[in-house]
């Protein structure tokens, strides 16, 4: 049987209130939101925290909303939110491909997009979305807001540059013009971590790559991203060669290591491969923006 | 910590350790008993109820966290001595052999069935996907869930 080890509890009733008992419990104080990461390791002892501040009932971070060119999510979003958010769809079928294949419908429903984020785990889908798309952290402190790139967010394995006294409170993705984005993961079963994943977004003026972004998951990319992979792209018309190269130059750049879930060699592999496939998924929606979900099934 | 928590529409308030899992209130508090308690890892989904309106995974949730919401445990799926349609059609369609993960799988199907009433077998395959039976092969379970979308009543 496993069951956490003794532990306080305190239910926030806003931001602020999360943030003052933060600052009064310390660094053994741990935010609650989901709980499907923080939880199981607390039953295997892997985290003990002393307190937990609960932050499931600040229902005000819940929201998906479109403002200004960009869409906003709120941190205490639940997975299922974000696949079911015709928003989402419509600016960012990355997402709603990358949270098809995040852990179960049932997990869907409680687990939240800031926990997975603040988690980060080396194989998170959504680290690898959100630094494909360019999207903004927002941490609130003791001190106010400040932003950070999603693509400095994470410092290590299970590490972010979140402070034991600040909240991630927000995500911020710019709405571009001419973009297209998706998600292919390949995993061992429904559930599962996966073996690699790759998200990329391009922004095409005609057929000429503006931008480009890459984001790779448990392939051990820094930082989620193919940055070199991305620059090679910039500049060049969006073809089929063209993303097999980025393909190869994403997989000479990550770091993966052989695990139960496979060697490094065909997790190099799929770092290629998918990259490739899934660049060339993103330019054919950027082409088709109205088909975003037929591309979506087709691609899938 | 005092929790209330409304169970099957009954109020139950109860002294708990914030380290209590959901799944262990109800069968060791309330002694309800349907819900099962699996892998204790939200991979098998036997321990699903409904908190609120969605299911989760009661293993993976702390009663604390349910202080003040509503849970539906399969103890609740049968109205007025009425089983649910989703009841009828395990039994109709031999939906489950050891019976261990039929309460879980039972709430999500209710829970795809009200959102979705008229499903075809891949979308009652997905909804379960995070849901583990050994016995059946899933076959008979899916058989189950789309005899009660044949058999309930269209929804008002």
Same mark, same amino acid.
């Given at each position: 049987?496993?069951?956490?080890?003794?532990v306080e509890?305190?239910?926030?009733?806003?931001?602020?209130h999360a943030l003052a008992?933060?600052?009064r419990?310390?660094?053994? &104080?741990?935010?609650?939101a989901g709980?499907?990461?923080?939880?199981p390791?607390?039953?295997?002892r892997?985290?003990?925290?002393e307190v937990?501040?609960?932050i499931?009932?600040l229902?005000?971070?819940?929201y998906i909303?479109?403002?200004?060119h960009?869409?906003?999510?709120?941190?205490l979003?639940?997975?299922?939110?974000?696949?079911?958010?015709? &928003?989402?769809?419509e600016?960012?079928a990355?997402?709603?491909?990358a949270?098809?294949?995040i852990?179960?419908p049932i997990?869907?429903?409680w687990?939240?997009?800031?926990?997975?984020?603040?988690q980060?785990?080396?194989s998170?889908?959504?680290? &690898?979305?959100?630094?494909?798309?360019?999207?903004?952290?927002?941490?609130?402190?003791?001190?106010g807001?400040?932003?950070?790139?999603?693509?400095?967010?994470h410092?290590?394995?299970y590490e972010?540059?979140? &402070?034991?006294?600040e909240?991630?409170?927000e995500?911020?993705?710019p709405?571009?013009?001419?973009?297209?984005?998706g998600?292919?993961?390949v995993?061992?079963?429904?559930?599962d971590w996966?073996?690699?994943?790759v998200?990329?977004a391009?922004?095409l003026?005609?057929?000429?790559?503006i931008?480009?972004?890459?984001g790779?998951a448990?392939?051990?990319a820094r930082?989620?991203?193919?940055?070199e992979?991305e620059?090679?792209?910039?500049?060049?018309?969006?073809t089929?060669?063209?993303?097999?190269?980025?393909?190869e130059?994403?997989a000479e750049n990550?770091?993966?290591?052989?695990?139960?879930?496979?060697?490094a060699?065909?997790k190099?592999?799929l770092a290629?491969?998918?990259t490739a496939?899934v660049?060339?998924v993103?330019?054919g929606?950027?082409?088709?923006?109205?088909?975003?979900d037929?591309? +979506?099934r087709? +691609?899938? | 910590?005092r929790?209330?928590?409304?169970?099957?529409?009954a109020?139950?308030?109860?002294?708990?350790?914030p380290?209590?899992?959901l799944?262990?209130?109800?069968?060791d508090e309330?002694?309800?008993?349907?819900?099962?308690?699996?892998c204790?890892?939200s991979n098998?989904?036997a321990c699903?109820?409904?908190?609120?309106?969605t299911?989760?995974k009661?293993?993976?949730?702390l009663?604390?966290?349910?202080d003040?919401?509503r849970?539906r445990?399969?103890?609740?799926?049968?109205?007025?001595g009425?089983?649910?349609p989703?009841q009828e059609?395990?039994a109709?369609?031999?939906?489950l052999?050891?019976?261990?993960?039929?309460?879980?799988?039972?709430?999500?199907?209710r829970?795809l069935l009200?959102?979705?009433?008229?499903p075809t077998?891949g979308?009652?395959?997905?909804?379960?996907?995070?849901q583990?039976?050994?016995c059946?092969?899933?076959e008979?379970?899916?058989?189950?869930v789309?005899?009660a979308?044949?058999?309930?009543?269209?929804q008002?």
């Amino acid at each position: 049987m496993q069951v956490p080890a003794h532990v306080e509890y305190e239910k926030a009733k806003s931001v602020e209130h999360a943030l003052a008992l933060l600052t009064r419990y310390g660094p053994e &104080a741990r935010i609650l939101a989901g709980g499907h990461s923080l939880i199981p390791m607390m039953k295997l002892r892997i985290a003990q925290p002393e307190v937990l501040i609960d932050i499931n009932g600040l229902t005000d971070l819940c929201y998906i909303k479109v403002s200004d060119h960009e869409l906003l999510i709120g941190s205490l979003a639940r997975h299922a939110q974000l696949l079911d958010s015709d &928003a989402v769809g419509e600016h960012f079928a990355i997402l709603r491909d990358a949270e098809r294949v995040i852990a179960d419908p049932i997990v869907r429903n409680w687990g939240t997009v800031g926990g997975s984020l603040c988690q980060a785990d080396p194989s998170e889908d959504l680290s &690898a979305a959100f630094a494909a798309v360019k999207g903004t952290m927002v941490i609130q402190g003791p001190d106010g807001t400040r932003t950070v790139s999603a693509r400095e967010f994470h410092t290590g394995p299970y590490e972010t540059v979140v &402070a034991p006294g600040e909240i991630l409170v927000e995500i911020r993705l710019p709405v571009r013009p001419g973009g297209g984005s998706g998600y292919l993961k390949v995993a061992r079963r429904v559930g599962d971590w996966p073996v690699g994943a790759v998200g990329a977004a391009v922004w095409l003026d005609g057929d000429v790559i503006i931008d480009a972004g890459i984001g790779l998951a448990a392939v051990g990319a820094r930082h989620f991203v193919a940055a070199e992979a991305e620059e090679y792209l910039r500049g060049r018309p969006a073809t089929p060669e063209h993303f097999g190269r980025a393909g190869e130059i994403a997989a000479e750049n990550c770091r993966p290591v052989s695990d139960q879930r496979g060697p490094a060699d065909y997790k190099r592999h799929l770092a290629r491969e998918l990259t490739a496939r899934v660049l060339a998924v993103a330019a054919g929606r950027a082409r088709a923006p109205e088909g975003k979900d037929s591309a +979506a099934r087709s +691609a899938g | 910590m005092r929790v209330s928590i409304a169970v099957n529409g009954a109020e139950h308030s109860r002294d708990v350790e914030p380290r209590l899992l959901l799944i262990h209130f109800l069968r060791d508090e309330l002694g309800l008993t349907g819900s099962h308690w699996g892998c204790d890892t939200s991979n098998c989904g036997a321990c699903v109820v409904w908190l609120d309106e969605t299911p989760v995974k009661s293993c993976t949730v702390l009663a604390v966290m349910a202080d003040g919401h509503r849970v539906r445990t399969v103890e609740g799926l049968a109205r007025d001595g009425k089983l649910d349609p989703v009841q009828e059609g395990f039994a109709a369609c031999h939906g489950l052999q050891c019976g261990f993960c039929t309460p879980g799988m039972m709430l999500t199907a209710r829970w795809l069935l009200d959102r979705n009433p008229r499903p075809t077998a891949g979308e009652v395959r997905a909804a379960i996907s995070g849901q583990v039976c050994r016995c059946t092969g899933y076959e008979n379970i899916v058989r189950s869930v789309l005899w009660a979308s044949d058999h309930q009543e269209p929804q008002s």
